[in-house]
């Protein structure tokens, strides 16, 4: 076998074992959802039933935590994109010590514990009589999901023609026109990847929301209050519904970009 083939099976072996360890602990956690057992586990099967479904729709602190995890996300996306992505058009055209200092400042916040970055906001925001709360979570958590999209439309810009710029103000455009007619069409796909993994890096975070959420409990927080008290198959049946309703947006995503790239091509070939 020559040394490319034992490196093309090395490659297949390698994916193999990944997507069996990413896939099994999702397929093992939807299976539980079925099994007539209080506890949230596949072993010992005790039948199949659907009641977990049913305890899932009756759980009201439940979905009361999850509207409080959707409010947030929706919350820290919309503040922290235009501050990542005016970031990264500050850092993509101005040089010098300014530049060095506004990466180095927006990246802190990734470098530094979500506990800290939690209490500090806490302790500030508490001398100017806000207590915690939804919307203490979203000035917490966007202190540093900003930064995360700071760094994809930053990378975005990197390859973009500054060529362009120039010629449209050679043509009379205004910065503004420059902006909304060039830049912002080549940016919309790094920023609607940045809003969604501003929504999914809210929507999962822990750290950071124990000590800033107050009396509006997140979806993360709730689910650890019940491992503590007891956890039943019904956080597992929701599990199962998000990671269903990902798959199905998902599915048309991939069928919405596919039907374009045809559209584009018979075009193009008439």
């Not at 899932?56 to 919309?78: F, K, P, R, T």
Request: charged share 15%.
């Amino acid at each position: 076998m020559s040394s490319q083939s034992l490196l093309k099976w090395g490659i297949r072996a390698y994916l193999t074992l990944f997507f069996i360890y990413l896939f099994i602990p999702l397929i093992i956690m939807s299976t539980a959802t079925f099994n007539d057992s209080r506890f949230p586990t596949i072993m010992p099967w005790k039948g199949f039933t659907l009641k977990w479904f049913d305890a899932l729709w009756q759980d009201e602190g439940m979905w009361q935590a999850l509207g409080n995890s959707v409010w947030v996300a929706a919350g820290v996306m919309i503040v922290a994109l235009p501050i990542g992505v005016a970031c990264a058009l500050f850092l993509s055209t101005v040089e010098g010590k300014g530049k060095t200092f506004v990466y180095s400042l927006m990246m802190s916040p990734l470098l530094t514990p979500g506990v800290i970055i939690g209490i500090s906001t806490l302790i500030f925001w508490k001398g100017l009589d806000v207590t915690g709360g939804i919307f203490l979570t979203v000035i917490a958590q966007t202190t540093f999901i900003a930064a995360y999209i700071m760094l994809m439309v930053l990378a975005r810009l990197q390859r973009f023609d500054r060529t362009l710029e120039q010629a449209a103000l050679s043509l009379g455009a205004s910065h503004w026109q420059i902006f909304r007619r060039i830049m912002l069409p080549y940016l919309k796909p790094a920023i609607i990847s940045a809003a969604v993994i501003a929504f999914l890096q809210s929507f999962e975070n822990y750290n950071t929301t124990l000590f800033v959420k107050g009396y509006d409990t997140t979806l993360t927080v709730y689910i650890a209050s019940k491992v503590r008290t007891g956890l039943t198959p019904a956080v597992n049946a929701l599990g199962l519904v998000m990671i269903s309703i990902t798959v199905l947006l998902a599915i048309a995503y991939e069928v919405k970009r596919r039907r374009e790239e045809a559209a584009n091509s018979a075009n193009h070939d008439a």
